[in-house]
T-cell receptor
Framework: KNEVEQSPQNLTAQEGEFITINCSYS?????LHWLQQHPGGGIVSLFM???GKKKHGRLIATINIQEKHSSLHITASHPRDSAVYIC?????????FGAGTRLTVKP | DGGITQSPKYLFRKEGQNVTLSCEQN?????MYWYRQDPGQGLRLIYY???????QKGDIAEGYSVSREKKESFPLTVTSAQKNPTAFYLC?????????????FGEGSWLTVV
C-alpha cells in the first residue's frame, strides 16, 4: 500500500461543476502539500497546510490530522483547471507523493 | 524573476552513454532535490542536497550521480548503469528542510533512451 493514496485517479467534469479530490496518508507528517502539474510537466505548489483549511481563489484545501485525510476542492471549475493534481506529505527531511489525479474540465 | 531552470527539456540517450541534466536556481535556497516521475506513479527521490558540497541518496539513487559545488547548481548525471532511464526528471528546491517549507519545481526534463 502506498503511503499517500489519492482518489479518483481520473476525473472529468463539466465547466462550472464543484470538484473534490481526496488524499489519504499513512505516515506521520509535518505538512501536506497540494501541487498542480500542468500539461508541459512543470509543477506548481498550490497549498501547504498542517491543520484546518486554506483558500486561494476558487481553490480550497482542508486537512483532518486525526483521520489522516485531506481534500482539494475547486469551485466553479473551468477548462484551464485541467491538470494533474498531486498530494504530497512532508516529514523531517522527506517528501512522499501520491500518484496524482488527472482532472479534465470540459467546456 | 526567481525560479528553477532545468535543461535540456528533451534529451535522447544512446545505450551506454552518460548524460547530464542541468538544474539552476536563483531563489537562494539551501536545499535541492532530484525526482523521477514514471507514468501512474508518484515522484520518487533520486538525490537531495541540504548544503553545498553535501548530498544524500534518495530512494532510487542507483545509476545516478550528482554534485553540489555551488549553491545555485545541482546537476544530475544519468549513467550507463541506470538500466531504465527513460522518464521525466524534475529538479526542486526549498529554503531549508523540506518539512514546513514550500517546495519549488523546475519545468522538468524528458529523457528517452534510443
Amino acid at each position: 500500500k502506498n503511503e499517500v493514496e489519492q482518489s479518483p485517479q481520473n476525473l472529468t467534469a463539466q465547466e462550472g461543476e464543484f470538484i473534490t479530490i481526496n488524499c489519504s496518508y499513512s505516515v506521520g507528517i509535518s505538512a501536506l502539500h497540494w501541487l498542480q502539474q500542468h500539461p508541459g510537466g512543470g509543477i506548481v505548489s498550490l497549498f501547504m497546510l498542517s491543520s484546518g483549511k486554506k483558500k486561494h481563489g476558487r481553490l480550497i484545501a482542508t486537512i483532518n490530522i486525526q483521520e489522516k485525510h485531506s481534500s482539494l476542492h475547486i469551485t466553479a471549475s473551468h477548462p484551464r483547471d485541467s491538470a494533474v493534481y498531486i498530494c504530497a506529505v512532508s516529514g523531517n527531511n522527506d517528501m512522499r507523493f501520491g500518484a496524482g489525479t488527472r482532472l479534465t474540465v470540459k467546456p | 524573476d526567481g525560479g528553477i531552470t532545468q535543461s535540456p527539456k528533451y534529451l535522447f540517450r544512446k545505450e551506454g552513454q552518460n548524460v547530464t541534466l542541468s538544474c539552476e536556481q536563483n531563489l537562494n535556497h539551501d536545499a535541492m532535490y532530484w525526482y523521477r516521475q514514471d507514468p501512474g506513479q508518484g515522484l520518487r527521490l533520486i538525490y537531495y542536497s541540504q548544503i553545498v558540497n553535501d548530498f544524500q541518496k534518495g530512494d532510487i539513487a542507483e545509476g545516478y550521480s550528482v554534485s553540489r559545488e555551488k549553491k545555485e547548481s545541482f546537476p544530475l548525471t544519468v549513467t550507463s548503469a541506470q538500466k531504465n532511464p527513460t522518464a521525466f526528471y524534475l529538479c526542486a528546491s526549498s529554503m531549508g528542510r523540506i518539512s514546513g517549507n514550500t517546495i519549488y519545481f523546475g519545468e522538468g526534463s524528458w529523457l528517452t533512451v534510443v
